[in-house]
């Protein structure tokens, strides 16, 4: 049983290169989450998918798309990336649908030059 | 004003010590609160959650609430350097998946 895991761990992109961030869970949760961590700002929410097949905006939604594959795996799209995207990226998972109670992934930290 | 604040610190308090973390919060619609603690360089986990008013104790912590004043505190009894994190704070309205997170409280227990 992995919980939450992330791909990749580390990753240095150029402006304007694009990537996918991979996550997937394994504790047949329904709801999960894209969280951004910058210095005294805390954790943001980019999108998040309270269900298989469904996606919507968090609070900082700009710059990036989400994929809800199935229900193990969300994945996160940078499509052009940006300096400002230099982030530590989380992805969450859920027990019980909107309880709050999110369990999260080791992360991946990105630096985009 | 940010929707949940916290004082950034370092609080730094001696092995032994109640540790005392705050947050406030501006939404009076919200409902549940949590209280998250990240290691340096690991991801946040929770340790706490509370839904009414007053005090939910698990062990060396206790979460206080208190909606009428909009805060919400834990503490940590006995602290141990092993406690030395950085505690993220988060509320959620009932009719809404998202969570928000104050910027955290960094905690540093002397030996």
């Known amino acids: 049983n992995a919980g939450v895991t992330q791909t990749p761990k580390f990753q240095v992109l150029k402006t304007g290169q694009s990537m996918t961030l991979q996550c997937a869970q394994d504790m047949n949760h329904n709801s999960m989450y894209w969280y951004r961590q910058d210095p005294g700002m805390g954790l943001r929410l980019i999108y998040y998918?309270?269900?298989?097949?469904?996606?919507d905006k968090g609070e900082v939604p700009n710059g990036y798309n989400v994929s809800r594959l199935n229900k193990r795996e969300f994945s996160l799209r940078l499509e052009s990336a940006a300096p400002s995207q230099t982030s530590v990226y989380f992805c969450?998972?859920?027990?019980?649908?909107?309880?709050?109670?999110?369990?999260f992934g080791p992360g991946t930290r990105l630096t985009v030059t | 004003q940010k929707e949940v604040e916290q004082n950034s610190g370092p609080l730094s308090v001696p092995e032994g010590a109640i540790a005392s973390l705050n947050c406030t919060y501006s939404?009076?619609?919200?409902?549940?609160f949590f209280w998250y603690r990240q290691y340096s360089g690991k991801s946040p986990e929770l340790i706490m959650s509370i839904y009414s008013n007053g005090d939910k104790e698990d062990g060396r912590f206790t979460a206080q609430l208190n909606k009428a004043s909009q805060y919400v505190s834990l503490l940590i009894r006995d602290s141990q350097p092993s406690d030395s994190a950085t505690y993220l704070c988060?509320?959620?309205?009932?009719?809404?998946?998202?969570?928000?997170f104050g910027s955290g409280t960094r905690l540093l227990v002397r030996p």
């Open positions: 969450a998972s859920e027990g019980t649908s909107g309880s709050g109670e999110q369990y």
């Open positions: 939404d009076r619609g919200s409902q549940s």
């Open positions: 988060a509320e959620k309205r009932d009719s809404s998946y998202k969570l928000i």
């Open positions: 998918s309270a269900s298989e097949g469904t996606t």
